[in-house]
């Protein structure tokens, strides 16, 4: 018989196991703490259950942990990344930042990503597999561990995309929130997508508070699709229209990302097209200098065509900032995590 994944069960499933298992109710309590908040990496931790209880749920379950392959740790800024190693000997990374209100963390929801932005290291070697809710939740409580330190706030940017994955990122959303567990809060959550358009419909529909993020990257097709495959699906105008009843419906403001590539994107009528584009859609732009990754051969805009782009968007109203960038001596910023550590 397989194991059951234990860490990607809901309290619920979880109760029910240990009924089955013929155990008092009160015991899916105890289980449920150990691997949510204290975060333990085998039964045997588990010191208020008796070692035939650990027995048997070490033949019936598996908790998917991670273990540290390597770490980086910034010289500038502190941040570090993870490669870490899944229980198929797959690699994922994650990135730890630290701000003034308390550390973030970056998650992979993916071994690979196969939507083939032309700009970004993490698509290179196509998708492998998805990651479980476990696998999304560990990378947080591996850090955590390894740090000493409560995380508050999770970025859905690492590796993958995160709505080609959704029923296991809707499940860990579910896990990470709840108040039996790390308790994160919704609104201390974003979710980036490159814009699967009937996964945002359905996400609408969910009501979540988290902040949606999407990887825009040009204000038309033409552009849009030299630069990101899946634009050939569902084009700009498709997609902002999922961006706006997904504002409308859940009455929060959509963060657009933006990387700036010279001489690709950047140009002044692009800034003008954006803004006529968003019209008054609830939204922020974040306009992010293109990192350099050596396959893609994309040139991040000067300093100057950067703040220019920027101030015809604020002169319309926008809200824009330019994305400070971190970890950029150990390839930890956007678009840099691999399967592998270069
Ligand atoms: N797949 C999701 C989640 C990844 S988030 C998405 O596409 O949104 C990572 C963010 O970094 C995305 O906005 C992505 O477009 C951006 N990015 C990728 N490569 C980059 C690069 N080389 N420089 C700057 N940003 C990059």
Not at 220 to 226: A, F, K, L, P
Not at 269 to 294: D, F, R, S, T, Y
Request: with cysteine.
């Amino acid at each position: 018989m397989e194991k059951r994944d234990i860490l990607s069960m809901t309290f619920d499933e979880l109760s029910e196991a240990v009924r089955e298992m013929g155990e008092p109710k009160f015991r899916a309590k105890q289980i449920y703490s150990w691997l949510h908040s204290s975060c333990v990496v085998s039964f045997d931790e588990m010191t208020n259950l008796s070692k035939d209880l650990r027995k048997k749920l070490d033949d019936n379950f598996v908790i998917f942990s991670l273990s540290i392959e390597k770490k980086l740790i910034s010289e500038y800024d502190d941040t570090k990344k993870y490669l870490f190693k899944l229980y198929d000997g797959e690699f994922i990374e994650s990135v730890l930042m630290k701000y003034k209100y308390g550390y973030t963390l970056c998650v992979s929801t993916q071994v690979g990503c196969r939507m083939g932005c032309r700009f970004c290291a993490s698509t290179l070697g196509g998708v492998v597999r998805n990651l479980f809710p476990s696998e999304i939740l560990s990378q947080i409580y591996t850090a955590q561990r390894d740090n000493g330190v409560k995380i508050s706030r999770v970025v859905l940017m690492g590796m993958g995309e995160p709505l080609d994955n959704y029923d296991n990122v809707m499940r860990f959303l579910e896990l990470i929130t709840d108040d039996k567990g790390q308790n994160i809060s919704m609104r201390h959550i974003s979710l980036s997508t490159c814009g699967i358009v009937p996964k945002i419909y359905e996400l609408a529909e969910k009501n979540l508070q988290l902040t949606l993020s999407v990887s825009l990257h040009a204000p038309n097709d033409e552009i849009r699709s030299s630069m990101m495959p899946v634009n050939k699906r569902w084009g700009v105008d498709e997609l902002l229209e999922a961006c706006e009843n997904y504002a409308e419906k859940t009455r929060r403001r959509i963060s657009f990302e933006y990387a700036m590539v010279n001489g690709v994107n950047d140009s002044d009528g692009c800034a003008l097209l954006l803004a006529q584009k968003l019209k008054n859609m609830l939204c922020h732009i974040n306009l992010i200098p293109v990192n350099e990754v050596k396959e893609t051969g994309c040139v991040r805009s000067g300093k100057e065509r950067i703040a220019a782009f920027s101030q015809i968007l604020e002169k319309k109203g926008y809200s824009v900032t330019v994305r400070r960038k971190l970890g950029s001596d150990i390839n930890a910023s956007c678009g840099q995590l691999r399967r592998g550590s270069r």
